[in-house]
């Protein structure tokens, strides 16, 4: 799929949108490794 910018407001949005999506996976992805490495601790 490609997508054609016509404006720099245009760019920088759909840049931010990705940016935005990619640090909230990476959120997601960090806790979810915190969690498993604490939870080998408890046995």
Do not use: C, N, P
């Not at 759909?14 to 940016?19: E, L, R, S």
């Amino acid at each position: 799929m490609e997508q054609v910018f016509y404006t720099l407001q245009d760019f920088m949005v759909h840049t931010k949108a990705v940016v935005y999506v990619l640090m909230g996976l990476w959120l997601i992805a960090v806790i979810g490794f915190w969690r498993f490495l604490t939870s080998r601790d408890d046995d």
